[in-house]
């Protein structure tokens, strides 16, 4: 079946700007989850969907990022004011009700200039 | 407070060697433990997991893992490398018991394996 897809793969953007990063997960998977992945590390958590609602986003940077899941399917991560710091690629993952495994996207690698 | 650390930046390996990629953790509770392999400009894809049971946890493309709660290690293993198996490879760990927690993910820094032909 389909895997996580994320838009758009590559997103390039100038400081200062507003951003969004979209987010499709595994049909039924009721819980989603946003990384994001600098150089040279591994992912780090920035915030989890359960449904529709955001049950933890205590990996959220500051308040310029945003997420939202409103049918309880596709996820938007929202970025404000951009800064060269926020270059990294963020990954989509889901997981579905009774699993124990996050399945992740091919990420979108995000470029502030 | 979850951590992972994967001591080696790189691994290399002749083709066709036996291969190890180490991961230690450390978790408040029982841990569920979790490979990933990233290829060139993909996302990461599971491996293996270690959830309960057998030490000893089989994966995709023949790898596997070892489970050691002593040592607070899961180190991955394959018999026999193949070139294709060069990648970044991650280590992750949740606590199992995460209440009313997101179950998110702590991962390692990864480690890049090279099997040189």
């Known amino acids: 079946g389909a895997g996580v897809s994320q838009t758009p793969s590559n997103k390039v953007t100038e400081k200062g700007k507003y951003v969004e990063l979209r987010c499709d997960p595994i049909?039924?998977?009721?819980?989603l989850y946003w990384y994001r992945q600098s150089l040279g590390q591994g992912p780090e958590f920035l915030i989890y969907?359960?449904?529709?609602?955001?049950?933890?986003d205590s990996g959220l940077p500051n308040d310029r990022f945003f997420a939202v899941r409103p049918e309880g399917s596709v996820s938007t991560l929202k970025i404000q004011r951009t800064e060269r710091g926020d270059s990294a690629v963020y990954l989509c993952?889901?997981?579905?009700?009774?699993?124990?495994?996050?399945?992740f996207g091919p990420g979108t690698r995000l470029t502030v200039l | 407070a979850q951590s992972v650390a994967q001591p080696e930046d790189q691994v290399n390996v002749a083709e066709g060697n036996p291969l190890t990629v180490k991961c230690t953790y450390s978790?408040?509770?029982?841990?569920?433990l979790f490979w990933y392999v990233q290829y060139p400009n993909r996302g990461l894809q599971f491996l293996l997991k270690y959830i309960t049971g057998d030490n000893l946890v089989k994966g995709s493309y023949g790898f596997e893992a070892e489970f050691n709660k002593s040592q607070t290690s899961f180190h991955l293993k394959k018999p026999s490398a193949l070139v294709s198996d060069s990648a970044l490879y991650f280590c992750?760990?949740?606590?199992?018991?995460?209440?009313?927690?997101?179950?998110?993910?702590?991962f390692g820094k990864g480690t890049k394996l090279s099997v040189i032909p």
């Open positions: 992750a760990v949740r606590d199992k018991n995460s209440g009313a927690g997101s179950y998110q993910l702590t």
């Open positions: 993952a889901s997981r579905g009700p009774l699993e124990d495994t996050q399945y």
């Open positions: 978790v408040s509770g029982n841990p569920y």
């Open positions: 969907f359960q449904g529709t609602g955001a049950a933890d």
């Open positions: 049909s039924g998977h009721t819980a």
